[in-house]
């Protein structure tokens, strides 16, 4: 059963800790992509990766950090430098970069 | 500059009472229009992709249009598993980055 899979689905953050949602899909999609939505909001590009070991920032990447080692993963790190780091992250993969995204379950991402 | 705009922000509708959904787009160059729907909590479901104008594509109760400067959404007979945020999404064939709208909420009153 093809798909994409985030975890974990809630995530508490205190001040000056880094923390890494994961992301992980069976799809054998070369482009992966991080969105960042806050209410009344569209989705926001933070980074994305058109293919294995290669990534660019995207309109908000300031604060986070990935990496992309295997095709299949393609972990965000909110680190203690992104100030106001609540919201709904999601995660989306394509098929090649530009084509049709689609997108995990998302985490929830919470300040203490 | 490139954007996207949803209208309306909300809508309510009884069962049954058809309507549409606007996605107004200002691009340099369409390479795609995309909706999804997107339940709360949960990471938006991919419906229809649209690459021309007087394209139009189909599923169940939805239909997508789409003209060289919006795209509708048409919604007969929605029923209350209808209800959701609707996101239209534009595709730039500059540098094919993808940008969301804000969405519309639609709510469907039994």
């Known amino acids: 059963d093809g798909g994409i899979t985030q975890s974990p689905k809630y995530l508490f953050r205190k001040e000056g800790q880094n923390v890494t949602l994961s992301c992980e899909q069976n799809l054998n999609h070369d482009a992966m992509y991080w969105y960042r939505q806050d209410p009344g909001q569209g989705l926001r590009l933070i980074y994305y990766s058109q293919i294995v070991n290669d990534f660019q920032k995207g309109d908000i990447a300031e604060g986070y950090s990935v990496s992309r080692e295997k095709k299949e993963s393609f972990p965000l790190t909110v680190t203690s430098a992104q100030k106001n780091p609540t919201a709904f992250y999601l995660c989306?993969?394509?098929?090649?970069?530009?084509?049709?995204?689609?997108f995990g379950p998302g985490t929830r991402l919470l300040v203490l | 500059e490139d954007q996207v705009t949803q209208s309306p922000e909300a809508l309510r509708l009884q069962e049954g009472e058809s309507s549409s959904l606007n996605c107004s787009y200002t691009?340099?160059?369409?390479?795609?229009l995309f909706w999804y729907r997107q339940d709360p909590g949960k990471g938006p479901e991919f419906l229809f992709t649209l690459y021309s104008a007087g394209e139009e594509k189909e599923k169940e109760r939805l239909k997508a249009t789409l003209t060289k400067k919006e795209s509708f959404l048409h919604i007969t007979a929605p029923k209350p598993e209808d209800s959701a945020t609707y996101l239209c999404a534009v595709q730039a064939r500059r540098d094919d980055k993808i940008i969301f709208g804000k969405g519309t909420r639609l709510h469907i009153l039994p």
């Open positions: 989306a993969s394509s098929k090649g970069f530009g084509e049709t995204q689609y």
């Open positions: 691009v340099s160059g369409l390479r795609g």
